[in-house]
Nanobody, 115 residues
Framework: QVQLVESGGGLVQTGGSLRLSCAAS????????MAWYRQAPGKQRELVAS???????NYADSVKGRFTISRDNAKNQVYLQMNSLKPEDTAVYYC?????????WGQGTQVTVSS
């Protein structure tokens, strides 16, 4: 079991940057894949980026080259650096961890990009 708490969201202008953090309540060393998802109003939740314990990353096409996911196993944290933000990046961003067959979600953090 793990609790996830996201932070770092806010209001930013187009072209700006934000860094999201996801703090886990326990060691993430044994959690193979951590991920960031987002959900915009009226849309389904979608994968933004994921990272394995070995450091392999995967990104949605819409954020490639702009977003960077990273993890610090010593601090039990996962980060999402978001650059060159666009209004279409506006959404609630969620951190996800999967342990065996159970999926855990944080409460989400709002990111709003103004045009």
């Amino acid at each position: 079991q793990v609790q996830l708490v996201e932070s770092g969201g806010g209001l930013v202008q187009t072209g700006g940057s934000l860094r999201l953090s996801c703090a886990a309540s326990r060691s993430i060393l044994s959690i193979n894949t951590m991920a960031w998802y987002r959900q915009a109003p009226g849309k389904q939740r979608e994968l933004v980026a994921s990272i394995t314990s070995g450091g392999s990353t995967n990104y949605a096409d819409s954020v490639k080259g702009r977003f960077t996911i990273s993890r610090d196993n010593a601090k039990n944290q996962v980060y999402l650096q978001m650059n060159s933000l666009k209004p279409e990046d506006t959404a609630v961003y969620y951190c996800k961890a999967r342990i065996t067959i159970v999926t855990y979600w944080g409460q989400g953090t709002q990111v709003t990009v103004s045009s």
